[in-house]
């Protein structure tokens, strides 16, 4: 591996990270949306707005998310929806997966 494939890596990877957690994985699903304010957001995913502020920062500071200030409102919009893709992808694993542990279940009965 080359010095630009590695950062690439690296940064792909940071990528990942500020998405890898279930609430920030539901942010991005309701922004699929469209903008929305960290109010909405933070009911959606059922949760209080000083912890949804926290994960929605990391994918801010990822580039995943911006955000813009609308008077006294935070709203915050999707930058890269190409994300829908990679967790469609994640989807399909899981899915395959179920498939192939009902089949083995299916074979020890």
């Known amino acids: ?6 950062r690439m890596f690296e940064e792909q990877a940071e990528i990942v990270k500020a998405i890898a957690h279930p609430l920030r994985i539901a942010v991005v699903h309701f922004l699929q949306a469209g903008p929305q304010c960290v109010c909405d957001i933070a009911e959606y995913v059922n949760s209080e707005r000083s912890n949804v502020s926290r994960h929605l920062s990391v994918m801010v500071k990822a580039r995943i998310l911006s955000s813009q200030k609308k008077g006294l409102r935070v709203i915050y919009t999707l930058k890269r929806p190409c994300i829908f893709e990679f967790l469609g992808c994640i989807t399909d694993c899981l899915v395959q997966q179920y498939r192939e542990d009902g089949e083995i279940f299916k074979a020890l009965s």
């Open 1 to 6: 591996m080359n010095a630009k494939e590695k």
